[in-house]
């Protein structure tokens, strides 16, 4: 199963009936653990991190729809 089946089955979820299973209890739980909560929680964190953008004209054959293998592998680099 590629990246983009699995993208479209978890989009369909909500069109599954919700008879097929019946609704279950969640327990309750309680978390044991060494660690101390961080003082302060959520995104993005201590170490953000930073999105960049890349594109070339030369990564898609236009005529074929082929993409070029070399210059996507620099792209990624």
Known sequence: MDRRTFVRLLA???LVPAA???PQKVPR???VT???PAQVPGMPGP???T???VSSAA???TATGAAN???VKEMMA
């Open 20 to 22: 097929a299973d019946p």
């Open 29 to 31: 739980m309680r978390v």
């Open 34 to 36: 060494p660690y101390t």
């Open 51 to 53: 999105v960049v953008k």
């Open 69 to 71: 293998a070399e210059v």
């Open 12 to 14: 369909a979820m909500p």
């Open 59 to 61: 990564c898609v054959d």
């Open 47 to 49: 170490w953000p991190g």
